[in-house]
């Protein structure tokens, strides 16, 4: 009977860790309901999707490096370099695939770099993304002038299209939440983020060649960086040297508010959209009810700082568990 009892207790209490998130996700839709009667609308709803697309889709790359136990400082920059060489690929070729190409391989390049100085280097992620940040901005900078690339025509697609009513950058979401889904729960590569960020002397003890996957990270990263460059300047109809300031605060905030371990070792592609909604709900709300903007700013922050203090609270508590577990198993 205790036995049951025990077991109960620790199902019930893996599915409440492994599922907060999407009730909380749930509750905040239902009080956003309520709040605003615009907030259900099918166009507000749409327009949501489509307003996150961009930082979420940098979420699933920040998903993957912090799961290893990095993190990239640069996603906005060099995602504003992909979309202006992108950009001009285009204004230079009209040619749409040429420009796409190019958006995704500016941001292999800039992450291949960042490879480099974290897995050949050993510089750390916070440094060495940090320094890529403003390499990036200035190239964007020094290639443009400093001037936005207007008249940018069919590029438009990426970013404003849509196919029978499903906007295209909502479907670039999709397949890239597939695609971390896949490689983070049905691949080796998946399995060696986690074990190298739980714990990376152990991972080179076992045999993981932990350089090789940290690079495969950030070239993945890269991909994503690329494709959210060609995105957003596709909405927002130029090439902007300066834009997407600070998006990879955003992105690192869905990621940990979706359960993302910082210090490594755990999180899920689910959990990471769920976290980029929480966010979406609660800017548009924020919009929809006219809370100034410099608020908006000091609830994102708090809301970073409540999550990574519950993350660390957390870690704590498997650590003394795992502590106690071990000190009954000796005593017996």
């Known amino acids: 009977m205790i036995t049951k009892a025990r077991n109960f207790r620790s199902a019930w209490s893996k599915a409440t860790k492994q599922y907060s998130i999407f009730l909380v996700l749930a509750v905040l839709f239902l009080i956003c309901s309520f709040a605003n009667e615009n907030f259900l609308s099918s166009g507000n709803l749409l327009n949501i999707s489509r307003?996150?697309?961009?930082?979420?889709?940098?979420?699933?790359?920040?998903?993957?490096?912090?799961?290893?136990?990095?993190?990239?400082l640069s996603d906005s920059a060099v995602l504003a370099l992909s979309g202006v060489f992108a950009v001009s690929a285009y204004k230079a070729s009209h040619s749409l695939l040429l420009a796409f190409v190019v958006g995704l391989l500016t941001g292999v390049a800039c992450n291949l770099v960042n490879a480099v100085m974290v897995?050949?280097?050993?510089?750390?992620?916070?440094?060495?993304?940090?320094?890529?940040?403003?390499?990036?901005?200035?190239?964007?900078?020094?290639?443009?002038?400093?001037?936005?690339?207007?008249?940018?025509?069919?590029?438009?697609?990426?970013?404003?299209?849509?196919?029978?009513?499903?906007?295209?950058?909502?479907?670039?979401?999709?397949?890239?939440?597939?695609?971390?889904?896949?490689?983070?729960?049905?691949?080796?590569f998946g399995r060696s983020m986690f074990a190298i960020g739980g714990n990376e002397e152990a991972s080179i003890a076992s045999g993981i060649n932990t350089k090789k996957q940290k690079y495969i990270a950030f070239m993945v990263n890269g991909l994503m960086v690329g494709?959210?460059?060609?995105?957003?300047?596709?909405?927002?109809?130029?090439?902007?040297?300066?834009?997407?300031?600070?998006?990879?605060?955003?992105?690192?905030?869905?990621?940990?508010?979706?359960?993302?371990?910082?210090?490594?070792?755990?999180?899920?592609?689910?959990?990471?959209?769920?976290?980029?909604?929480?966010v979406g709900f609660l800017d548009n709300i924020m919009n929809l009810s006219g809370v100034d903007s410099y608020i908006q700013q000091i609830v994102r922050g708090a809301i970073i700082a409540v999550a990574v203090i519950y993350d660390i609270q957390a870690k704590n508590r498997r650590v003394k568990s795992h502590l106690g577990n071990i000190s009954e198993k000796s005593e017996s």
Do not use: H
Not at 54 to 71: D, P, Y
């Open 119 to 188: 897995a050949s280097f050993r510089a750390p992620a916070f440094i060495a993304t940090l320094a890529m940040q403003a390499m990036a901005r200035g190239l964007a900078l020094f290639y443009t002038k400093g001037q936005n690339i207007l008249k940018i025509d069919r590029f438009t697609v990426f970013g404003q299209g849509s196919v029978m009513g499903i906007p295209i950058p909502v479907i670039f979401l999709v397949i890239t939440l597939a695609i971390t889904w896949y490689l983070l729960n049905q691949t080796a």
């Open 51 to 72: 307003q996150i697309s961009v930082t979420t889709i940098l979420a699933f790359g920040q998903t993957i490096l912090i799961i290893c136990g990095m993190l990239d």
């Open 227 to 278: 494709l959210a460059g060609i995105l957003f300047m596709s909405r927002v109809n130029a090439g902007l040297p300066n834009g997407a300031v600070n998006y990879e605060t955003q992105a690192i905030t869905a990621t940990i508010i979706g359960g993302t371990s910082f210090t490594g070792g755990i999180g899920t592609a689910s959990g990471t959209i769920a976290g980029a909604f929480i």
